[in-house]
């Protein structure tokens, strides 16, 4: 894999890249990715370990508490941070400097929190460094592994062939990158992010192997353009002249109307016009993040189809309908316009029904119904 990485005189670049062979857990990833934010940030070569894991945290928030993703029965970086969570009250899409802030300010009171955080410091800046002195550490115990590559660092801190850090204890407590190494990762900053990253994709995609869009869960979400959805719906009223909310069965607004993601945004992480709907604002706000109910499928079906096929007859028809092209496996515009309703919904639920289980299991509130229309068919 060594291959991948710019290659460096008296660098072990070969090292580096071993770090991430067979990884059982999230650390390394967070760790180095830590490390380049800071390097990018402050260009520093001495980076304070409350900080480094302060990052960690801040980056692996979105993750776990906004799109719930799994990282493994090993793994404690997500407990400690849903522990951060529950101490501070954070709210699931708390801006990342916000949960950065909260971390550092744990670690130095020293509470229980502090503990809990701080122990991440424990293994994860020594273990990172084992493949710089494989050879060396070949069948040491694991006690005393630690002790071993603090001393081996500071060792190799002078030598021809130096690690990536050595331990510093002033004026911080933190790490040192060697100035060779440092050069390299201010010049391939991008490179080596984008490495750390494919890594971290695959682990991240074993441990939740049927959830969507996993490369799409690892940052906090930037604003969306939904232009295209708008546009869509927008035709597709004007074509129609009259269309009803699939929870409520109240018109929808030619103008003013609310888009909402029949399946959580937070779960699929894409904005694929075959799972937006046109809603009123106040029904897209009470369903929130919720799964809807399954019986809610058929409609939104039904819905979908007669926009397609409103569509399928205006001029901007191949660009609005692409989503729709990809998602029933046709070849054009006529193939789409042509396919009757049994298919067209049979083919949508078999994309969205084994989702909802999923989302389910992931804890995503599942069920919702509209209210109204409930009380309503009960009278």
């Not at 916000?98 to 744990?106: D, F, M, P, S």
């Not at 699929?268 to 706000?285: G, Y």
């Amino acid at each position: 894999m060594s291959a991948l990485l710019p290659q460096a005189p008296h660098l072990s670049v070969a090292a580096l890249a071993a770090v991430f062979d067979e990884v059982t857990n999230s650390y390394k990833f967070y760790w180095f990715l830590a490390i380049l934010e800071s390097v990018r940030a402050t260009g520093d070569r001495v980076l304070p370990l409350d900080s480094l894991i302060a990052t960690m945290l801040a980056n692996v928030w979105y993750p776990v508490n906004y799109f719930r993703l799994s990282f493994g029965k090993q793994d404690q970086l997500g407990k400690v941070v849903e522990l951060l969570g529950k101490r501070a009250r954070l709210e699931a899409n708390t801006p990342k400097r916000t949960v950065l802030e909260v971390a550092l300010a744990h670690v130095r009171q020293r509470d229980e929190t502090s503990s809990a955080i701080l122990s991440i410091g424990e293994y994860v800046p020594y273990r990172f460094l084992r493949p710089f002195f494989a050879q060396v550490l070949r069948g040491a115990k694991d006690w005393e592994v630690n002790r071993r590559i603090r001393q081996l660092a500071d060792q190799a801190f002078n030598s021809p062939q130096p690690c990536l850090y050595r331990f510093v204890e002033s004026p911080t407590k933190g790490i040192e990158l060697h100035p060779d190494w440092h050069a390299y990762l201010q010049e391939h900053l991008a490179i080596l992010e984008g490495f750390c990253l494919w890594h971290l994709v695959n682990y991240l995609q074993r441990n939740n192997p049927n959830v969507p869009n996993v490369a799409n869960k690892l940052f906090e979400p930037q604003e969306r353009d939904l232009s295209l959805a708008r546009e869509f719906w927008t035709v597709a009223i004007r074509e129609l002249r009259t269309v009803h909310c699939i929870y409520s069965g109240q018109p929808v607004p030619a103008k003013g109307f609310s888009l909402d993601h029949f399946l959580p945004w937070r779960f699929v992480a894409h904005d694929l016009l075959w799972n937006l709907v046109p809603t009123l604002k106040s029904i897209n706000s009470s369903k929130s993040d919720s799964l809807p109910n399954p019986t809610y499928i058929e409609p939104l079906a039904k819905l979908q189809y007669q926009a397609v096929r409103a569509i399928s007859q205006t001029k901007p028809a191949f660009r609005l309908l692409e989503d729709y092209i990809m998602l029933l496996k046709v070849s054009s515009v006529d193939e789409l316009r042509a396919m009757d309703f049994d298919e067209f919904h049979r083919t949508l639920r078999s994309a969205i029904a084994p989702q909802m289980q999923i989302a389910t299991g992931m804890g995503f509130s599942s069920g919702w119904r509209y209210e109204r229309a409930v009380s309503s068919a009960q009278t």
